[in-house]
């Protein structure tokens, strides 16, 4: 009779766990029916086709339009092409960036570097070389400080920081023939600054050289370092050795001149005889 029970209630379970299965599988598959049969609906964007560099007229050779969800549309992004051309960049793009409004200039502005200079400010070209430009690291975009190097009234050398935190518009290279005759190449930075700083750059530029400093472009502090002077920078130096003084030789006392030979008449009868003989020095 336990035997009887125990069997009925053992077929009762695995009815039971079976109807569970069957119910656990059904919501599963209508979860994943579920899960493919909504998608979010897919647009288009439009991205850069290369790099484009800053001041250039978009055309169709440089942008594509690549799939992109509609809920995740990135605010000022084109999802046409034709929206974006004949309008010119004011920052420079790299392959596969996205095009937003507020990288392109409107299109009455038209191109070149003029568009990427906001309005009450101004951009002004300094000559560097290679070192002072921090060796090719300065690049469209970066912040730099400005130094200049020249000689006070008194005539001594000083270094100080004019003006910081002045944003690269532009970074070329220029050649000129020097005074020989022979090409010589440098680097031409653009710097975008307001009326007031291009005069300091422009006369910094005319009565010493200039120096750029590299800084980090979230690095907006402005700090004032006290100018470094040639005597203040050298100061405790040893200072020069000198050299032993030169004895002074002077010209060596005229050789005595020897003495003078005399001569003796010798009258002997008819004859007369002039013998001369040797001077002798006198010793005192």
Known sequence: MDQ???????????????????????????????????????????VA?????????????????????????????????????????ITPVVENELILEERLAPKEAGGGLSVAIPEGTRAISVRVDDVVSVAGFVVPGTMVDVLVTGNTQGGDSITRTILQDLRVLAVGQKSEQDRE???????????????????????????????????????????????????????????????APKVRRENPPPAPKPPEAYVIDVIQGDKHVSQSFPGQQVHQ
């Open 181 to 243: 005759g022979k090409p010589q190449t440098y680097t031409v930075v653009t710097l975008l600054v307001t009326p007031e700083e291009a005069e300091k750059v422009t006369m910094a530029s005319t009565e010493g050289k200039i120096h750029l400093a590299l800084r980090n472009t979230i690095d907006t502090k402005e700090v004032s370092p006290p100018p470094v002077s040639r005597a203040t920078l050298f100061a405790g130096a040893p200072p020069p050795r000198s050299e």
């Open 4 to 46: 009887k029970r125990l069997a009925v209630g053992l077929l009762v379970a695995l009815v039971f766990g079976l109807v569970a299965a069957r119910y656990v599988f059904i919501q599963l598959r209508n979860a994943k029916m579920a899960a493919v049969g909504k998608t979010e609906p897919t647009g288009k964007i439009v």
């Open 49 to 89: 086709a290369k790099r484009i560099e800053l001041g250039q007229r978009l055309t169709a050779a440089d942008l594509r339009e690549i799939p992109w969800p509609d809920a995740t549309k990135p605010l000022g992004a084109f999802v046409r092409i034709n929206d974006c051309l004949d309008r010119a960049l």
